[in-house]
């Protein structure tokens, strides 16, 4: 699975931004979509991901009533809807797939075994 990430920037502390990651796959509604963050000398942590299966979730804390997760099926692409953004949510955001035929959302890295590039988010405060 190839993954493509667009629309990183430099934004203000209270904007939004949407992430969009597009996958060269066949099947796309078969695999597990994520996103992870990065920043410098820490951990690659998960953000958020989404099944088919009912358009099922899973988001990390720090992501909560925040950030919205979606699928295109028709696009073969995912989206993060990332709201009220603080400075804290600057990190170099990656797109992921697992799968194929997961039943349940997955987010753990391990879990995920196609990654992209990553795009820059910067907030400033």
């Known amino acids: 699975v190839q993954l493509v990430e667009s629309g990183g920037g430099f934004v203000q502390a209270g904007d939004s931004l949407q992430l969009s990651c597009s996958a060269s796959v066949l099947s796309f509604d078969l695999y597990a979509m994520g996103w992870f963050r990065q920043t410098l000398g820490k951990e690659r942590e998960f953000v958020m991901a989404i099944i088919s299966t009912a358009g099922r979730t899973a988001h990390a804390e720090s992501a909560k009533g925040r950030f919205t997760i979606s699928r295109d099926p028709a696009k073969n692409t995912v989206h993060l809807q990332m709201n009220s953004l603080k400075p804290e949510d600057s990190a170099i955001y990656y797109c992921?797939?697992?799968?194929?035929?997961?039943?349940?959302?997955?987010?753990?890295?391990?879990?995920?075994?196609?990654w992209g590039q990553g795009t820059q988010v910067t907030v400033s405060s």
């Open positions: 992921a797939a697992a799968g194929p035929y997961y039943t349940y959302v997955p987010s753990s890295e391990h879990e995920f075994d196609s």
